[in-house]
């Protein structure tokens, strides 16, 4: 058993998927988010002092199948406002004596694949292989201390963080996205039938050439991949009418594919309470 999320060609000719990836583990490690206000709102505060933005700091270990986040999200106090912009930052685990303690190698312990790393994702894949039809060993890792900003093309789009009341916002890994090729923007991509070890699918970071290219291309549809908005409706799901994008971009298919699901997207939820005012 796993999460199911199918490989998708590059010219997206094809009627059916190149196969389907089982995934048995898929995490990331966030290293912090910080949502921020349009500048336009905060011209027209009159208190002075109002913060800006919000800063969660982490690290926090993101599970993408079972949509939980280690360790657990706090309830954090902010300013009631719009909130058009966030940004995230990777994190890679450190285990290096020679670099500053991490904080979650040794909940992790040296033997997890996770270590070294800021996301992993291991299964197996059956489907097209090179020109074979096969069902192989998968792994893809990344080393990412990266950050990345989510918003909307449209500065005034956001979710509004309501006064004395609870919010639930989260920020949405659609995992559905991440290996459909044909979303790159290379005239002639690349996907798994440009792999020539039909024995095995690992992508490290440590490969160039095709393998590079593969993961040059899953590594921008993670970065597009990332939705946020505020779970109006208090389900525990983003939905198309809740998240930063045209509903266009939230409905792409198959089992394991982000459809209003954020089971199957994975995601970090976050409790925000606003702030109350001064009596």
Request: net charge negative; no cysteine.
């Given at each position: 058993?796993?999460?199911?999320?199918?490989?998708?060609?590059?010219?997206?000719?094809?009627?059916?998927?190149?196969?389907?990836?089982?995934?048995?583990?898929?995490?990331?490690?966030?290293?912090?988010?910080?949502?921020?206000?349009?500048?336009?709102?905060?011209?027209?505060?009159?208190?002075?002092?109002?913060n800006d933005s919000i800063k969660i700091?982490?690290?926090?270990?993101?599970?993408?199948?079972?949509?939980?986040?280690?360790?657990?999200?706090?309830?954090?106090?902010?300013?009631?406002?719009?909130?058009?912009?966030?940004?995230?930052?990777?994190?890679?685990?450190?285990?290096?004596?020679?670099?500053?303690?991490?904080?979650?190698?040794?909940?992790?312990?040296?033997?997890?694949?996770?270590?070294?790393?800021?996301?992993?994702?291991?299964?197996?894949?059956?489907?097209?292989?090179?020109?074979?039809?096969?069902?192989?060993?998968?792994?893809?890792?990344?080393?990412?201390?990266?950050?990345?900003?989510?918003?909307?093309?449209?500065?005034?789009?956001?979710?509004?963080?309501?006064?004395?009341?609870?919010?639930?916002?989260?920020?949405?890994?659609?995992?559905?996205?991440?290996?459909?090729?044909?979303?790159?923007?290379?005239?002639?991509?690349?996907?798994?039938?440009?792999?020539?070890?039909?024995?095995?699918?690992?992508?490290?970071?440590?490969?160039?050439?095709?393998?590079?290219?593969?993961?040059?291309?899953?590594?921008?549809?993670?970065?597009?991949?990332?939705?946020?908005?505020?779970?109006?409706?208090?389900?525990?799901?983003?939905?198309?009418?809740?998240?930063?994008?045209?509903?266009?971009?939230?409905?792409?298919?198959?089992?394991?594919?982000?459809?209003?699901?954020?089971?199957?997207?994975?995601?970090?939820?976050?409790?925000?309470?606003?702030?109350?005012?001064?009596?």
């Amino acid at each position: 058993t796993g999460l199911g999320v199918s490989v998708i060609a590059w010219d997206g000719t094809d009627a059916d998927p190149l196969g389907t990836l089982t995934l048995t583990d898929a995490r990331l490690v966030l290293k912090e988010f910080k949502f921020k206000r349009p500048e336009a709102e905060l011209e027209d505060e009159s208190d002075e002092g109002e913060n800006d933005s919000i800063k969660i700091e982490g690290p926090y270990i993101v599970n993408l199948i079972d949509n939980t986040v280690t360790p657990e999200l706090e309830l954090v106090d902010v300013v009631a406002g719009t909130y058009t912009e966030i940004e995230v930052k990777l994190h890679k685990i450190r285990d290096d004596e020679d670099d500053e303690a991490d904080p979650l190698a040794p909940v992790l312990g040296p033997a997890d694949p996770l270590v070294g790393n800021s996301i992993y994702l291991e299964g197996s894949y059956t489907g097209t292989l090179g020109d074979a039809e096969v069902t192989v060993p998968f792994s893809l890792s990344f080393d990412l201390d990266e950050e990345f900003r989510l918003s909307d093309v449209d500065p005034s789009v956001g979710f509004a963080i309501n006064e004395n009341m609870l919010n639930d916002v989260i920020i949405a890994f659609r995992i559905g996205t991440w290996f459909d090729f044909s979303l790159s923007e290379e005239d002639e991509g690349v996907d798994f039938r440009d792999l020539e070890d039909t024995t095995q699918i690992v992508l490290g970071h440590d490969f160039g050439g095709t393998h590079g290219k593969v993961r040059k291309a899953i590594k921008e549809n993670i970065k597009e991949s990332a939705d946020y908005g505020r779970d109006v409706d208090d389900d525990g799901w983003l939905d198309a009418d809740e998240d930063d994008d045209p509903d266009e971009h939230d409905s792409v298919g198959e089992d394991g594919e982000a459809e209003d699901d954020e089971s199957d997207d994975g995601g970090a939820e976050d409790d925000a309470e606003d702030e109350k005012e001064e009596e």
